[in-house]
């Protein structure tokens, strides 16, 4: 098929390989490196975001278990634990008086009340004691896990939970009090609102669309720009995300590629190591390839135009040489058929040029001859014979 094919076919055909093949390979490994490079910096940033957003919550509880260490120290609140509850008491002793009055005025100030939605302060058997609400005075916090860390003697951060009273979301820390004499009588807690550490999830954002989110140590979702699955949605029920779910229940760092809902993300994650629970920060893939994308098009783009000139400039190349050879062609079909009057203009100074000049010559010695068959034929031989 190729030996059928034109001059200019041909040099038009190997030309546009000869562009198309280099333009190819260079856009392919192109691309490809600047993918690779792309995504690893992205995993970079997002495993160093999550670790960073996880410290921050970290720092955050150790404020909070300090704040709760200073309350269970004050003497106000072992002297008001040691006075401890009495049922149907109608007036609290002013033991128990002092340290609502003192929760009260700390509830009272603005700073505070956005962070916490109540102090407290429990018997060894769970019950509170005191607190800044009255009539939360003899509520039973046994089940509560941060009052059970409390009572075996250690700082503790609880589960999230739903507030008994005002049904707001909240984490507990908690630090056991003690008498004189170190045995444990009891446990101050301050409940600290959900959404205040939340609103650092949500503020740590990456790209334009990408989003963290918190889940605890069962994988339950604590801290999500989507408020309706807190504490209601388990990141191992979604499908597409059972790989993440299980790592960041071993409590490891790094990230993980994932599909879910039909499109392609990326999470980092990392532990909040004082608690178990997770962070991660997930960013769909379209977005943080978008540069390897416009690399794809301008190479896309660079590699179209130059195709384009380059086989603008084989096809008027391959001219300069078939328009030549095709007059040549005609002039010895011309000259075959007997027709010894024609003319060749071509006049270049290369091989086209040296061809048209022996078909030139050609002609010259054909048309001699035939004034000589010409002259034979009229009888006129003296001059030919002499």
């Known amino acids: 098929m ?13 030309g546009g390989l000869l562009i198309v093949l280099p333009i190819v390979i260079i856009a392919y490994f192109a691309i490809a490196e600047a993918g690779d490079g792309i995504k690893q910096l992205e995993r970079e940033q997002l495993e160093t975001r999550t670790r960073e957003i996880a410290e921050g919550i970290d720092n955050v509880l150790t404020v909070q278990k300090n704040f709760a260490q200073a309350i269970a120290a004050m003497p106000i609140t072992v002297e008001a634990i040691t006075a401890g509850y009495v049922p149907d008491q109608e007036v609290l002793s002013p033991e128990v008086e002092a340290l609502v009055q003192n929760n009260v005025a700390l509830m009272s100030r603005k700073d505070l009340a956005d962070v916490y939605i109540a102090f407290i302060a429990t018997d060894s058997r769970g019950i509170i004691v005191a607190s800044d609400n009255r009539t939360t005075v003899g509520l ?71 989003y963290a989110f918190m889940v605890d140590a069962t994988g339950t979702f604590i801290a999500h720009p989507n408020p309706d699955i807190i504490l209601k949605d388990n990141i191992g029920d979604l499908v597409g995300m059972e790989e993440i779910y299980r790592r960041t229940l071993n409590n490891e760092y790094g990230f993980e590629n994932y599909v879910y809902q039909g499109i392609p993300k990326t999470a980092g994650f990392a532990p909040v190591e004082s608690t178990g629970w997770s962070v ?33 400039i084989f096809i008027l190349f391959s001219r300069s040489i078939t328009r030549p050879l095709r007059r040549a062609v005609d002039f010895a079909g011309e000259v075959a ?50």
């Open 280 to 312: 991660c920060l997930s960013l769909p893939d379209v977005e943080y390839l978008g540069p390897v994308t416009a690399v794809r098009n301008i190479v896309l783009l660079i590699g179209i135009i130059s195709f384009a000139i380059a086989m603008l």
């Open 337 to 386: 058929a007997g027709d010894l009057s024609v003319d060749l203009e071509i006049r270049q100074k290369d091989e086209i040029g040296v061809l048209a000049e022996a078909l030139r010559n050609m002609l010259k010695a054909l048309q001699y001859k035939a004034k000589i068959v010409e002259r034979i034929a009229e009888g006129d031989l003296t001059v030919d014979i002499e």
């Open 2 to 14: 190729f030996k059928k094919m034109k001059i200019g076919t041909k040099l038009v055909l190997i």
């Open 140 to 210: 039973d916090l046994s089940e509560r896990d941060y009052i059970q860390g409390a009572l075996k003697g250690a700082v503790s951060v609880g589960s999230p939970a739903i507030d008994k009273v005002n049904g707001i979301l909240f984490v507990g820390v908690s630090a056991p009090v003690t008498n004189n004499d170190g045995k444990i009588i009891g446990v101050a807690a301050v409940l600290v609102r959900l959404a205040f550490m939340g609103e650092m999830i949500a503020g740590a954002t990456i790209g334009e669309s990408g």
